[in-house]
């Protein structure tokens, strides 16, 4: 009994970790999306074109996967 309690333990624990990892993940590109079009809209109100704006911002989506390479380094450094 012990034993199945256990790995019934370690099973919730594994999808409450697998399903806050998720809804991190989302949320970080859904933030970073919407960082993305408010710094071009208001580079374009600046007076920056449109073409310029969007080169600019892919910065953006750079850093978020430089974050996400960080994360998966890190889980490399745990598995050994």
Sequence with gaps: MNKVLAVLLILY????????????????????????????????KAGVSEDYARRLSTNYIVLKGRLFSLKRGFFKLLRG
């Design 13 to 44: 624990s594994t999808l409450r970790i697998s399903v806050s990892l998720t809804w991190v993940w989302l949320t970080i590109n859904w933030r970073v999306r919407k960082a993305r079009r408010a710094f071009e809209s208001e580079l374009i």
